[in-house]
T-cell receptor, first 115, second 115 residues
Framework: GAGVSQSPRYKVAKRGQDVALRCDPI?????LFWYQQALGQGPEFLTYFQNEAQLDKSGLPSDRFFAERPEGSVSTLKIQRTQQEDSAVYLC?????????????FGPGTRLTVT | GENVEQHPSTLSVQEGDSAVIKCTYSDSASNYFPWYKQELGKGPQLIID?????GEKKDQRIAVTLNKTAKHFSLHITETQPEDSAVYFC??????????????FGRGTQLTVWP
């Protein structure tokens, strides 16, 4: 079946621009996670949704980062006033479980480059 | 928070040989340990996971062992093939607490299998 999809796959933004990254989870998956992966590093947690509720946003690095999942399916990660340090791959993962442990299935990621 | 250390950072083996990747974790409350394979330009793919009530789990050529007392877990790949070449990540998570469900990743191991 269809896996997690993300768009765009690549995004180049000038410093100061706003960007929006989209995640389409596996159909029926209630839990959704966002991670940030810097070059040569493991993914780092940003935020977690169960259906439309954002239950944990403690990993968001600054108030320029905002995520939403208004209908409990598609999610959008928005970054305002992008900075060079925001350059990374942004990964979305979904899980069919609403309780841990969450077997998380990742999308291909969006590579963001801020110039 | 949790700290996951992974070794080695690079590993080269001959086709048919075995490969072992080791991880340690710091939070004794962690109880779910997945392993991911990430190929170039793709998102991490869940290949095997283990929960803390189990010491070992096998799936064909892949096995994972867990030593809760020592707080370390390992991935074993037997009869390696060139298509096993990728970056492998270990991760840790726990069922409860404020960090519910989030995965803490190691820094990855670049495995190269030479034909």
């Amino acid at each position: 079946g269809a896996g997690v999809s993300q768009s765009p796959r690549y995004k180049v933004a000038k410093r100061g621009q706003d960007v929006a990254l989209r995640c389409d989870p596996i159909s029926g998956h209630v839990s959704l996670f966002w991670y940030q992966q810097a070059l040569g590093q493991g993914p780092e947690f940003l935020t977690y949704f169960q259906n439309e509720a954002q239950l944990d946003k403690s990993g968001l690095p600054s108030d320029r980062f905002f995520a939403e999942r208004p209908e409990g399916s598609v999610s959008t990660l928005k970054i305002q006033r992008t900075q060079q340090e925001d350059s990374a791959v942004y990964l979305c993962a979904s899980s069919p479980r609403r309780d841990p442990p969450f077997e998380q299935y990742f999308g291909p990621g969006t590579r963001l480059t801020v110039t | 928070g949790e700290n996951v250390e992974q070794h080695p950072s690079t590993l080269s083996v001959q086709e048919g040989d075995s490969a072992v990747i080791k991880c340690t974790y710091s939070d004794s409350a962690s109880n779910y340990f997945p392993w991911y394979k990430q190929e170039l330009g793709k998102g991490p793919q869940l290949i095997i996971d283990i929960r803390s009530n189990v010491g070992e789990k096998k799936d064909q050529r892949i096995a994972v062992t867990l030593n809760k007392t020592a707080k370390h877990f390992s991935l074993h790949i037997t009869e390696t093939q060139p298509e096993d070449s990728a970056v492998y990540f270990c991760a840790a998570s726990k069922f409860g607490g404020s960090t519910l469900g989030r995965l803490y990743f190691g820094r990855g191991t670049q495995l190269t299998v030479w034909p």
